[in-house]
């Protein structure tokens, strides 16, 4: 790993981080959970293989009690809620949306409220109220309800915004969805990889947000890449979702 030049900058980027007494730290949230299937199970085996906390954004409508099963297993996994059924209501010329204005915000909120009561009651404390709305697309009037309905924290993707309750996004995707739909060119993600490092604040994890049912191979690899060069580097360490949530509990950012 340490010759491999596509590689080899984080490595040094996180050497540097260890002399200067810094750290570099990342969590690690999978979206679209639903049945244990094959590519969860590989997700669930690789991350538990390093000892990687993962967090899984869960399906409500379409799950059971055969991911709680498997989950177990997988004392490394946390599940977040992930909408309600991840059912587009936008018009065929607007983004995709599940949770937007296109529908009365009692609606919406009902369905979010279901979602969580549903996504606890299967898996209880391996749930943590935190809302990971699908397609990343949210209505900033829901937002500012989510609050009363019971949730903690939310995350999409990006640059966080201003909230009423605390937000933990993910800023690294390994997909490339507007082109090959597969993994991105893992040369473009390490850069991407030390950029937040060298311009993330302090206590500004690094998001890394992965999508098992769509990984081709290229992906499986780049993840495997990553966890074994993190593993291997002093000032590294893969956050719990939960940590993240108690360290910005009440700030809203």
């Known amino acids: 790993m340490m010759s491999d030049p596509i590689w080899q900058?984080?490595?040094e980027e996180l050497a540097r981080l260890q002399r200067a007494g810094r750290k570099a730290e990342f969590w690690l949230r999978d979206d679209d959970a639903v049945d244990p299937m094959p590519a969860l199970n590989r997700l669930l085996?690789?991350?538990g293989e390093f000892a990687v906390p993962v967090t899984l954004a869960v399906i409500p409508a379409l799950t059971?009690?055969?991911?709680v099963a498997r989950l177990d297993e997988a004392p490394h996994a946390t599940v977040a809620i992930h909408g309600w059924a991840h059912r587009n209501h936008a018009p065929e010329d607007q983004k995709k949306q599940e949770l937007g204005a296109h529908r009365p915000r009692e609606a919406v909120l009902d369905d979010l409220a279901r979602g969580l009561s549903r996504v606890t009651g299967l898996h209880g404390a391996r749930a943590v109220p935190m809302l990971v709305p699908p397609w990343n697309r949210i209505d900033a009037g829901v937002v500012s309800d989510l609050g009363s309905i019971g949730f903690a924290a939310l995350s999409v993707y990006g640059?966080?915004?201003p909230a009423s309750l605390t937000v933990i996004n993910s800023n690294v995707d390994i997909m490339d969805w507007h082109g090959t739909?597969?993994?991105l060119d893992h040369?473009?993600?390490v850069q991407a990889?030390?950029?937040h490092l060298q311009h993330a604040s302090d206590g500004e994890p690094i998001g890394l947000l992965t999508h098992h049912l769509v990984h081709d191979e290229s992906a499986w690899l780049f993840l495997e890449r990553l966890l074994t060069v993190t593993a291997q580097a002093?000032?590294?360490a893969w956050l719990p979702i939960r940590t993240l949530i108690g360290r910005r509990g009440g700030k809203g950012k």
């Open 181 to 183: 739909r597969g993994c």
């Open 64 to 67: 059971d009690a055969k991911l």
């Open 9 to 11: 900058p984080l490595v």
């Open 45 to 47: 085996d690789l991350t």
């Open 187 to 189: 040369g473009l993600l």
């Open 234 to 236: 002093e000032p590294c």
């Open 193 to 195: 990889i030390i950029a």
């Open 159 to 161: 640059p966080p915004k």
